[in-house]
T-cell receptor, first 111, second 116 residues
Framework: GENVEQHPSTLSVQEGDSAVIKCTYS??????FPWYKQELGKRPQLIID?????GEKKDQRIAVTLNKTAKHFSLHITETQPEDSAVYFC??????????FGQGTRLTINP | GAGVSQTPSNKVTEKGKYVELRCDPI?????LYWYRQSLGQGPEFLIY????????DSGLPNDRFFAVRPEGSVSTLKIQRTERGDSAVYLC??????????????FGEGSRLTVL
């Protein structure tokens, strides 16, 4: 499948500030865009997802925006906390059967 | 158990050997997936099962890789004639959604394979 480009590869923010991670894709058939969080040595865990019929979705401090025309989507974390430190992966797919993941963003929250 | 269970958690083998990795999905989950994650990379799709059948095996890199799910629950990923490039963490995931169209993939902790 076609790749997902994810930026930045590393991100360091002060505790309390916001973090934004962006992904772009080229497969216009994609209709499902999840974000996974992976702590060191642990399993990836879904934190939020969005489907192509929605432009934005929010869950407490986490939000995802999708621009299907421009083929990009972003993760926004507000009021960051030390426990937000992890690697974050975006992914895209036609449904969840065969996800194509980005390269990951290592987020570090500095106290 | 409550989550996806994978065994072994760690496997070290020599080049050319045969390896089996096991995945026990969440009870009742009909969809099961295998992904491979190399160091510093995102998970890479290998194969997807719906029930007992492989619905999509297009991610398997070559014919040395094979996976089965004979009773629609436990799955085994089999790698023949292992090569050093096969070294990675092999992640299994399951989902309750028929066809995997919606809903969360629940990942296991992975099996770390090292080929010397």
């Amino acid at each position: 499948g076609e790749n997902v480009e994810q930026h930045p590869s590393t991100l360091s923010v002060q505790e309390g500030d916001s973090a934004v991670i962006k992904c772009t894709y080229s497969d216009s058939a994609s209709n499902y865009f999840p974000w996974y969080k992976q702590e060191l040595g642990k399993r990836p865990q879904l934190i939020i997802d969005i489907r192509s019929n929605v432009g934005e979705k929010k869950d407490q401090r986490i939000a995802v925006t999708l621009n299907k025309t421009a083929k990009h989507f972003s993760l926004h974390i507000t009021e960051t906390q030390p426990e937000d430190s992890a690697v974050y992966f975006c992914a895209r797919g036609q449904g969840a059967q065969k996800l194509v993941f980005g390269q990951g963003t290592r987020l570090t929250i500095n106290p | 158990g409550a989550g996806v269970s994978q065994t072994p958690s760690n496997k070290v083998t020599e080049k050319g050997k045969y390896v089996e990795l096991r995945c026990d999905p969440i009870s009742g989950h009909t969809a099961l997936y295998w992904y491979r994650q190399s160091l510093g990379q995102g998970p890479e799709f290998l194969i997807y099962f719906q029930g007992t059948g492989a619905a999509d095996d297009s991610g398997l890199p070559n014919d040395r890789f094979f996976a089965v799910r004979p009773e629609g629950s436990v799955s085994t990923l089999k790698i023949q004639r292992t090569e050093r490039g096969d070294s990675a963490v092999y992640l299994c995931a399951s989902s309750s959604s028929p066809g995997g169209n919606t809903g969360e993939l629940f990942f296991g902790e992975g099996s770390r394979l090292t080929v010397l």
